[in-house]
């Protein structure tokens, strides 16, 4: 397509003389005259500031260039774009720390801003349209980004913004629908200590450590979530960002008790270690919002029928549940969703009595309507406990 090496590089020789480096193309005319035309931040990258590319760059890979990592971003299957795109909360981020690039207009399609061409040169290669068709028209200049497949959504910041690049994923998922363009498979976040192992005998007193993550880790659980449309795997992304706040809940209830001197105040203490008691503690912090989480239960139908059917549980009946009432609430809450969220984990394909992963359209219905709910969870949790 471009001639060989020498012939290629001696057509660009020739075509350099009348660059124009204020001009906003550049056009060259390769040794089979075929005539393509190049922005100039791209041809700049490709062929004027001598450095090296590898262009073996996956779509979906971040790339580290200089000071600035770049994402690629994708529309959320979980969301209308169309009417999140309207209204943006990160445009007053400083301009130093972040761009962000969205591409709506098709005729500039193929003009990459200097900002994000980085990345759209990086992964030519994987990009390449390969059965590409050049026109005839010996007067027609092809433009050299409609070679390759087209990007979108990209997110350029300073590689030195861990923390502010966690939270703008996260309010670009909330407010856009956008999520990042890779393959994450995320495991259960590590507590800073195991929450069992807190009472020294030998000094009769609890052991406790007051550590702070700088990097908000969790909210990649909630961006992974909004990836699928698959129930199960919803709920148990969801369930890790709840499961992650345990360790922190935990010490502030602790911190608010007496000194430990007796066994009873110590089973009191070890009482609260389980996880459904750890998870009682994370919802009571937003207890300010049960009358809407309540009235969000009441909304979904069949939904006792799915605790009996799927959660083999009879005695789960949110008409019963007091919003009024912060304990009681908050347990009852808890204990569903810990409920739940065993019978999805410790499911045996022997275990003819628990049918989580072989829902019927109305039992997957009713889970969607709980994701919902632990979505609307999990974003007060962050506004309680995040500095945005």
């Not at 889970?367 to 949790?381: A, D, E, G, H, T």
Request: aromatic fraction near 14%.
């Amino acid at each position: 397509m471009w001639g060989n090496k020498s012939q290629f590089l001696n057509a660009l020789k020739n075509s350099l003389e009348t660059y124009d480096r204020e001009d906003k193309d550049y056009r060259f005319t390769s040794y089979h005259s075929l005539r393509i035309k190049f922005s100039k931040a791209i041809f700049e990258i490709l062929f004027i500031d001598n450095c090296v590319i590898d262009f073996n760059k996956s779509i979906g890979e971040r790339l580290e260039y200089e000071d600035n990592t770049y994402l690629q971003l994708i529309e959320s299957p979980c969301v209308n774009f169309a009417t999140r795109i309207e209204k943006s909360k990160i445009i007053n981020v400083p301009r130093k720390c972040v761009v962000f690039f969205i591409n709506e207009n098709k005729s500039e399609s193929l003009y990459y801003p200097e900002e994000i061409a980085p990345l759209f040169i990086y992964q030519l290669k994987e990009r390449l349209i390969v059965d590409y068709t050049f026109s005839t028209d010996t007067e027609v200049y092809t433009n050299f980004c409609s070679l390759f497949r087209p990007m979108k959504y990209i997110l350029r910041i300073k590689k030195d913004k861990h923390s502010l690049q966690e939270k703008l994923l996260y309010k670009l998922c909330i407010n856009l629908g956008l999520i990042e363009y890779e393959k994450i498979t995320t495991s259960k976040l590590e507590v800073s200590q195991d929450i069992n192992q807190i009472y020294d005998l030998s000094r009769n007193s609890i052991l406790l450590t007051d550590t702070k993550k700088q990097i908000n880790l969790e909210l990649r659980f909630y961006t992974s979530a909004m990836k699928t449309t698959d129930p199960i795997y919803q709920f148990l992304e969801l369930y890790h960002i709840l499961e992650s706040y345990f360790y922190k809940y935990f010490y502030n209830y602790i911190k608010n008790l007496k000194q430990v001197k007796t066994k009873k105040d110590y089973e009191e203490v070890r009482t609260a270690t389980k996880e459904e008691k750890m998870l009682k503690l994370v919802l009571k912090d937003i207890s300010t919002d049960f009358n809407c989480i309540h009235d969000e239960f009441e909304k979904i139908r069949y939904f006792r029928r799915f605790c009996k059917d799927v959660l083999n549980r009879n005695n789960i009946n949110h008409a019963n549940w007091d919003a009024s009432n912060i304990d009681t609430f908050s347990e009852k809450l808890s204990d569903f969703i810990y409920s739940l969220r065993n019978n999805i984990v410790h499911t045996k394909e022997s275990d003819k009595t628990i049918r989580i992963k072989n829902l019927n359209y109305s039992e997957k219905n009713v889970l969607m309507k709980v994701n919902n709910i632990l979505f609307f969870i999990v974003q007060r949790i962050f506004d309680k406990n995040i500095e945005w």
